[in-house]
């Protein structure tokens, strides 16, 4: 049992209540790296997020669903917390070396965040803007912070027929 002090109007209270959840811990081999999965994981509390992934690999296959894109569930685990603002997902054509390295993704999309060490967010892998099957692509999730990208986190997936 915790004991809280609050000073509230000059006096000081003690509350007693529950103690306060621990941090779930996520172990190192984990971190900076990008799982997928093809359907979205049923509890994304992160104790949870860390047992289904950790025996898994960071590389998937993917399938094309009956809508004709690729559906994945991206899980990023972040050595560290990210800062307050947008999520940012840069994705490249595996196989494109000089796109990498100038840095030109085959797609690029940010997404609002509040900071964390684990990020979850659903993704589609269409045709029409420019994901091909069987080949493979490498994600990157991070922020751009004083115009600079951070990479928290990095996987890759393979699009299957």
């Known amino acids: ?15 007693a209540g529950p103690a306060l959840a621990k941090e779930a811990k996520v172990p190192g081999k984990l ?61 490249y054509d595996k196989a494109d070396k000089q796109a990498i390295k100038a840095k030109e993704p085959t797609h690029e999309f940010s997404v609002e965040s509040q900071p964390k060490k684990v990020f979850v ?11 091909n099957k069987d080949h493979t692509y490498l994600v990157h999730i991070g922020q751009i912070i004083q115009k600079k990208e951070k990479i928290y986190a990095t996987g890759e997936i393979t699009l299957k027929k």
């Open 1 to 15: 049992m915790l004991v809280r002090v609050a000073l509230t109007a000059g006096l000081l209270c003690l509350v």
């Open 31 to 91: 971190l900076g790296k990008v799982f997928f999965t093809a359907e979205k994981p049923k509890d994304v509390d992160v104790d949870s997020l860390v047992r289904q992934f950790e025996k898994g690999g960071v590389k998937v296959e993917l399938k094309r669903g009956k809508n004709k894109t690729w559906q994945a569930t991206a899980v990023a685990f972040f050595k560290k917390e990210s800062v307050q603002g947008p999520i940012t997902i840069w994705i």
């Open 121 to 131: 967010h659903d993704l589609d892998f269409d045709p029409d803007q420019g994901y």
